[in-house]
T-cell receptor, first 109, second 114 residues
Framework: GENVEQHPSTLSVQEGDSAVIKCTYSDSASNYFPWYKQELGKRPQLIIDIRSNVGEKKDQRIAVTLNKTAKHFSLHITETQPEDSAVYFCAASIVQERFGAGTRLTVKP | DAGVIQSPRHEVTEMGQEVTLRCKPISGHNSLFWYRQTMMRGLELLIYFNNNVPIDDSGMPEDRFSAKMPNASFSTLKIQPSEPRDSAVYFC????????????FGNGTRLTVT
């Protein structure tokens, strides 16, 4: 089955800096790659997604890149703010999502 | 749209007791997923249904766990008998089958087994 690895497990940045989270997947048939943000005590919620026919997607301060050949994808957050502090999960999907282990992002004011 | 609705929000029970978690998916969504979240193991897929039919239950940890979806608007996850290692947050999620679309998660049930 699909195996998704996510790095780093924790990330601390200063407000205004950029944050990058990287994921790799094993099944080349995966065709959908969502990213979820989970604030403490709350449910995971989608922040951005990308499909396998696209190499990059951007939404304001958030961007995702996908390299199908290398089977890795990344989340980029620019101009980070304290409210970006949360756990971020990547996922790779064919029919159902397989999640990475999560990255705890802390943005220091 | 009220989103995915789970109940109860919190459940505290003693070891050996039966626990039933409930989920109402978003109307029109015909795929439903049960996940378990722990610090050690992250988000684990337990089982998912398409059109009320269980498709993949390979993530169900053992026979103590069972899940049903009697109709398109209701699903249950049952643990009998419960054990302390079952303590976790259980999320239900739904989406429209066959689409590359995101999961919509419920608010979860925090289960504590003492």
């Amino acid at each position: 089955g699909e195996n998704v690895e996510q790095h780093p497990s924790t990330l601390s940045v200063q407000e205004g800096d950029s944050a990058v989270i990287k994921c790799t997947y094993s099944d080349s048939a995966s065709n959908y790659f969502p990213w979820y943000k989970q604030e403490l005590g709350k449910r995971p919620q989608l922040i951005i997604d990308i499909r396998s026919n696209v190499g990059e997607k951007k939404d304001q301060r958030i961007a995702v890149t996908l390299n199908k050949t290398a089977k890795h994808f990344s989340l980029h957050i620019t101009e980070t703010q304290p409210e970006d502090s949360a756990v971020y999960f990547c996922a790779a999907s064919i029919v159902q999502e397989r999640f990475g282990a999560g990255t705890r992002l802390t943005v220091k004011p | 749209d009220a989103g995915v609705i789970q109940s109860p929000r919190h459940e505290v029970t003693e070891m050996g007791q039966e626990v039933t978690l409930r989920c109402k998916p978003i109307s029109g969504h015909n795929s439903l997923f049960w996940y378990r979240q722990t610090m050690m193991r992250g988000l684990e897929l337990l089982i998912y249904f398409n059109n009320n039919v269980p498709i993949d239950d390979s993530g169900m940890p053992e026979d103590r766990f069972s899940a049903k979806m009697p109709n398109a608007s209701f699903s249950t996850l049952k643990i009998q008998p419960s054990e302390p290692r079952d303590s976790a947050v259980y999320f239900c999620a739904s989406r429209l089958q066959g689409t590359n679309s995101p999961l919509h998660f419920g608010n979860g049930t925090r289960l504590t087994v003492t």
